[in-house]
């Protein structure tokens, strides 16, 4: 038999391309393992099925190729290609589904497939209308007489739907998953073709189908070729639902109406399809109302749980400050009482610097465990920050004092650690709330009383009183005023004298700050000071301090009077690496010998480092200056600190001059003395120190602390902190030729009898006071008060008075 040349030029390239497409799809399989390897087994069974149905087709053609087939031949080889085509088709649209990101849960796969469907039964009403009567768009060739063909064409169409909905779906970049795509197309309208012209009996139809088959075979086979997937598909199968749902609704729309326009009639076919397409839509978008339910219970859920978590302490697990407020604003709300309970770690800062974050996350964790524990039910405890706890009672609760005192008891026990247990004490304020205040105010209150229980010395509970926002009032306000004491001339110094003994001649003098507001009026340095060091003004202060003692020493000094002034420092000025330099700075603007300077420290800095602090009393007897310690009796050092402390001079507090009454000598005759003073006396001569008696306030107490050999007093008997020219009064009556000795009233002395240089200042005798430097004249501000010069960086002085 003899077959013409350009059936066999196109039937055998078709036939070796086909197997070569097919043998590649099969190796693609082999050389991958796991859930990955179904996609490319499906796409090479959908190859092998295409490669069937082709060699079917072409083997037909061959078999008869001037004659087309016998009618009886119709009824089998049609339909075998058909179904070969149709399984090919679904095997292919199986592989496509089975690629990642196509498949992430049942109702997505089903939206996916509704979604194909609309497209394929579009797709196959166009086409009814293009092929049948009256439009017969093939004419005479359109494959009417063989019913079979129309498995074939509903197989085309849903491989095309899948196709095209996969693609779309896809995320970039497209390529190798468009030529997939593409191929399976090709794939499906070649067998669509071979078929039809196996039933038509045209070869033309047939072999050209056949290479268009084999040509799409080829393309899937390269496009999976590689070892990596062709793409990745987008699961987020909603946003392009209007793409799906409109155009192809307007597809068939449009085609109908054409349809009509030529005349045309709907038969069965029609009817069914135009059916398909409603009811796909109709589940398609019953899918997807389902689906946003779905999503807007879930979205519903996590808003809660977020709300939930943004008014949650994530450490404790506690309500955080939003929550607390939330809880307050619901108490407001329904007219239901409240108490309020701030409470506060004592020393929690502690644990965190010495025993690191870990420790102190897991000891507020305890502390989170230890309030749910110990709270009745409805009480919320939250966690404001840091250290800071709230416990918020439901109703006008009269047993908050005693929930307090067992939550003191509760959170003081022991916090047991893997490094060691940790001890810590709680601050409670306590504020009660009616119906109708408001929540932040109720919080503003316990906030006031918990700084009002730790003002009094932590652990313990203190209720909220009104008086607590007066006070508050007054230091927000002095803090603010304070500001601009130095600028509106509101500050001035007073001056203790230090009376050498026991002729009470005035040799020396402590310099105290005074405050004095034009509305507040005189404002007690116990108070200032400390509102100083909090808000961070002690610096500046301390420098004014510093630089007006020392111009005014300067003034003495030229005036021709032996005597030295001291300024009190605070330990944070102390601790200030600068401070040496300014003291230095401040002795050489004012020409003032250094020795003549003395610098009290209280024994509250030898508590902090007493190592630094060595280090830095070193350095400033480096100066020349010289260091008492203040207050030696009633504070914290120790004898071996003493033993270490650079000092020249020891302070005798008070306390220990007038706690005891005076004893006499045993077996001797003699005046009394005081005990304590006497100690400290041998203690301060062993160490090569002078003793100045504090807080002389008697006759008694002045002849107790001479007979214990004390050489220096300083105290209300003596007088108290006056302003510069009435010390200087009393420095010319002691110097005046007709003086007496005699005690030295508050007020300006009578004139004593002038005595020796003074023994704190032996190296002094050498230059007689003419020859001290000049003074340099003050600077005069524009408001007319006396300004030092250039002050450098702030240091500060302790302006409480001794008394």
């Not at 309020?340 to 929690?348: I, Q, S, T």
Request: hydrophobic content about 45%.
């Amino acid at each position: 038999m003899r077959f013409p040349p350009g059936m066999v030029a196109v039937a055998l390239p078709s036939a070796l391309v086909a197997v070569t497409a097919t043998l590649l799809l099969v190796g693609s399989v082999r050389r991958r393992s796991g859930p990955d390897r179904r996609p490319y087994a499906l796409l090479a069974a959908a190859g092998g099925f295409a490669l069937v149905g082709l060699l079917v087709g072409v083997g037909l053609v061959l078999g008869d190729p001037h004659h087309p087939p016998h009618p009886a031949r119709l009824t089998g080889w049609p339909v075998l290609i058909s179904v070969a085509v149709t399984l090919s088709g679904l095997a292919a649209a199986a592989g496509l589904l089975r690629l990642p990101g196509a498949v992430v849960s049942r109702p997505a796969t089903a939206r996916l497939l509704l979604d194909a469907l609309i497209v394929a039964t579009a797709l196959w009403f166009v086409g009814w209308v293009l092929f049948s009567a009256p439009t017969r768009l093939l004419g005479s060739a359109t494959p009417v007489a063989c019913p079979a063909i129309l498995l074939a064409t509903v197989n085309t169409a849903l491989t095309v739907g899948v196709t095209l909905t996969v693609l779309l779906r896809a995320a970039p970049p497209r390529g190798r998953l468009g030529l997939l795509g593409a191929g399976v197309t090709g794939v499906a309208a070649g067998g669509l073709g071979v078929a039809g012209g196996v039933c038509q009996g045209g070869p033309g139809m047939t072999l050209t189908s056949a290479a268009l088959l084999a040509v799409g075979l080829l393309a899937v086979a390269l496009a999976v070729h590689r070892v990596e997937a062709p793409g990745q598909v987008d699961v987020d199968l909603i946003r392009r639902d209007g793409a799906y749902a409109f155009v192809p609704m307007f597809a068939m729309a449009a085609s109908a109406m054409y349809h009509l326009a030529q005349g045309g009639r709907f038969d069965a076919l029609g009817i069914v399809a135009g059916s398909v397409e409603g009811f796909a839509l109709v589940a398609r978008q019953y899918l997807t109302l389902n689906d946003m339910r779905g999503y807007a219970g879930r979205l519903a859920e996590r808003e809660k749980h977020f709300r939930e978590l943004a008014h949650t302490d994530p450490l404790t697990g506690l309500a955080n400050r939003r929550g607390l407020l939330r809880e307050l604003q619901r108490c407001a709300d329904e007219g239901v009482g409240c108490v309020l309970l701030g409470l506060d770690l004592d020393g929690f800062k502690n644990v965190n610097d010495m025993r690191g974050h870990d420790v102190g996350d897991m000891v507020l964790a305890e502390v989170g465990r230890r309030l749910r524990g110990n709270l009745r039910p409805g009480d919320l405890a939250a966690r404001l920050g840091g250290d800071e706890f709230a416990v918020l009672m439901r109703g006008r609760s009269a047993d908050a004092d005693v929930v307090a005192e067992r939550l003191l008891g509760v959170l003081g026990r022991a916090y047991e650690q893997s490094g060691g247990p940790v001890f810590l004490s709680v601050s409670i304020g306590v504020a009660g709330q009616c119906g109708d205040a408001d929540s932040v105010a109720l919080l503003r209150h316990a906030d006031l009383a918990l700084r009002y229980a730790k003002q009094r010395g932590k652990n313990r509970v203190e209720r909220y009183d009104g008086t607590h926002d007066q006070l508050l009032l007054r230091r927000t306000r002095l803090e603010h005023e304070m500001r601009g004491a130095i600028e509106r001339d509101e500050l001035r110094l007073v001056f203790q004298p230090v009376a050498s003994l026991p002729s009470v001649r005035p040799v020396g003098a402590e310099a105290l700050l005074r405050w004095h507001h034009p509305e507040l009026g005189n404002v007690r340095p116990d108070e200032f000071i400390p509102l100083a060091e909090e808000c961070g003004m002690i610096a500046k202060l301390g420098a004014w301090v510093l630089h007006q003692a020392c111009w005014q020493l300067s003034r003495w000094l030229a005036d021709g009077h032996d005597v030295w002034v001291s300024v009190n420092v605070s330990p944070r000025e102390l601790h200030a690496p600068e401070y040496v330099v300014q003291v230095a700075e401040a002795l050489r603007a004012h020409h003032v010998p250094p020795q003549r300077l003395v610098l009290e420290v209280t024994e509250h800095a030898v508590a902090t480092d007493l190592d630094e602090l060595i280090r830095r009393l070193t350095a400033l007897r480096r100066t020349g200056v010289r260091i008492a310690l203040d207050d030696f009796g009633a504070g914290y050092s120790s004898l071996g600190q003493l033993r270490r402390l650079p000092i020249d001079i020891l302070k005798i507090d008070h306390s220990l001059v007038a706690e005891h009454e005076p004893v006499r000598p045993v077996d001797t005759d003699g005046p009394a003395f005081a005990p304590m003073v006497d100690i400290v006396m041998r203690l301060g001569h062993q160490l090569g120190l002078e003793v100045i008696a504090e807080g002389v306030t008697t006759p008694t107490e002045l002849a107790a602390v001479v007979a214990a050999g004390c050489r220096f007093g300083q105290g209300a008997l003596f007088g108290w902190g006056v302003p510069a020219e009435h010390l200087e009064a009393m420095l010319d009556a002691a110097t005046s030729p007709g003086a007496r000795p005699g005690p030295l009233p508050a007020a300006p002395p009578s004139a004593p009898l002038r005595p020796g240089p003074s023994p704190l200042l032996p190296r002094l005798r050498a230059n007689p006071p003419a020859s001290v430097p000049p003074v340099p004249a003050p600077r005069v501000s524009q408001e007319g008060s006396a300004q030092v010069g250039p002050v450098g960086k702030p240091g500060t002085g302790d302006g409480v008075p001794r008394s």
